[in-house]
């Protein structure tokens, strides 16, 4: 009998061409395939397949094996980014093009090819194995391109069925497809809008000029005053819970095959601007963050258009690191807005969520806890080795800048301690036109995800 996984490379066209953009309604059709082909290949697979619904995406939940053997949960999302801007692509989004050794299409990385990976590895063992002792609940949601806004609902109320051992993601990021990392810690993120109302309607600037304060400048006055002039956040308070980096794990950024100059080349900039006391690769990875994604007010069109806009507005997010809580700092942030504001307008702040950072230490490195799970003690170092057998180099431990909430959520309810392999690059051009999945980097971590899971019991 053949089965769908037996050509990975087939299956991960297949997935793609679902094109579920959770982000815009106009791609529901995508959701549902996208969600139906996965719940296919987990049938496949031998797995029992439970959908769950939430007020958005539904949530897959299949289980395999027996409940007292030990416990993995392996997390994916079936959602991806919106294409935008088609004129980028070199091809169409959502109809996969193998080139120069590579998969091109939305969501061939994130997360769909890593998805495959983990399946397709299982699958080779299971075909040996049909009754290897491990119980495994896929889950897969369908909101995570969008924040996960059902995530912990959905959670709290089917906590008892995802208690286990060990989580497994491959929705991280390595440096090279022959350097791979295991990441060790995720920042948080929390998510603010300023808007900032002056005049009741847009008002001639020549006519009014001179006699109001221009909402578009209130809101650069506003968002000046939140960086000092080393770059360092000034919100007062900001730093006060963060936990610095440890010296072994400076030691393991300092082994990445990156240099500075080569990740400048690599964004296209002349200099970097990180905060004092860290190299720009620190940065990224042990600091916390106050960006802003969006700027604007008035006349947006070609030309000149002699206005003063009645409102503005800024996007802000903050990247956070241990021990810091997205609830206080979005606060923090809040009051440092009002604080600065001129009286002359009114500030509304809208706070829009987020999610605390997480970290695991993995065992043998010091700091680690005695608390691990028996799965998780041996899983850490299982995978160092397959790793090294598979891509010729071991693993290296880091920190990722980037944030997966529902980790954080998984460990605090369910008790779930991750180990997050990456399986993508930089290159890969995560939620950018042109994104791709790197043919040989799939084929390698195949072979080692069937080897780990082969051993892991």
């Not at 609830?327 to 001129?342: G, H, L, N, Y």
């Not at 991750?418 to 791709?436: I, K, Q, R, V, Y």
Request: aromatic share 8%; proline share 8%.
């Amino acid at each position: 009998m053949a089965f769908t996984l037996d050509d990975p490379l087939n299956a991960l066209k297949r997935y793609v061409s679902h094109a579920s953009v959770s982000a815009d309604s106009k791609f529901s059709k995508g959701v549902a395939g996208a969600k139906d082909f996965v719940s296919d290949l987990l049938t496949e697979l031998g797995f029992a397949v439970d959908l769950i619904e939430t007020p958005i995406n539904p949530v897959i939940l299949a289980t395999r094996g027996d409940p007292a053997w030990p416990k993995l949960v392996i997390y994916g999302h079936y959602d991806v980014q919106p294409p935008d801007p088609y004129d980028l692509w070199d091809h169409d989004p959502f109809d996969a093009v193998e080139l120069n050794g590579r998969l091109f299409g939305r969501g061939a990385a994130d997360n769909k090819g890593p998805q495959i990976v983990h399946m397709a590895a299982l699958h080779n063992v299971l075909k040996k194995y049909p009754n290897l002792p491990i119980h495994i609940t896929y889950l897969i949601e369908g909101e995570e391109e969008i924040g996960s806004p059902s995530f912990r609902g959905f959670l709290e109320e089917n906590k008892h069925r995802l208690k286990g051992d060990m989580l497994l993601i491959s929705d991280t990021g390595s440096p090279s497809p022959d350097q791979l990392v295991v990441t060790t810690g995720l920042r948080g993120l929390t998510a603010l809008e300023i808007e900032i109302k002056g005049p009741k309607q847009d008002l001639h600037s020549g006519v009014h000029g001179g006699a109001l304060l221009n909402p578009l400048q209130a809101i650069m006055r506003i968002c000046s005053s939140l960086h000092d002039e080393s770059g360092k956040v000034a919100v007062p308070g900001f730093y006060d819970d963060v936990c610095h980096p440890q010296p072994w794990e400076r030691e393991e950024l300092a082994k990445l095959p990156m240099t500075q100059l080569q990740y400048a080349d690599f964004l296209g900039i002349s200099e970097f601007s990180p905060p004092p006391g860290y190299t720009p690769l620190e940065g990224i990875r042990f600091c916390p963050t106050l960006e802003f994604n969006g700027l604007g007010g008035g006349y947006q069109g070609e030309g000149s258009k002699t206005v003063i806009p009645s409102n503005a507005f800024a996007k802000i997010t903050c990247r956070l690191v241990p021990d810091q809580n997205w609830e206080d700092i979005a606060e923090k942030v809040k009051r440092a807005i009002f604080s600065v504001c001129p009286s002359s307008v009114e500030a509304q702040v809208k706070i829009s969520g987020g999610g605390d950072p997480y970290v695991v230490i993995p065992p043998g490195k010091p700091g680690s806890s005695d608390k691990e799970s028996e799965l998780s003690k041996k899983a850490f170092p299982l995978i160092e080795k397959c790793v090294q057998n598979s891509f010729g180099n071991q693993p290296l431990f880091l920190r990722e800048g980037g944030s997966i909430p529902i980790v954080r959520d998984l460990k605090e309810v369910a008790g779930l301690d991750a180990l997050m392999l990456g399986l993508f690059t930089n290159e890969d051009n995560l939620h950018a036109p042109n994104e791709s999945f790197h043919l040989g980097m799939m084929q390698k971590a195949i072979e080692a995800f069937e080897e780990f899971f082969r051993e892991l019991v």
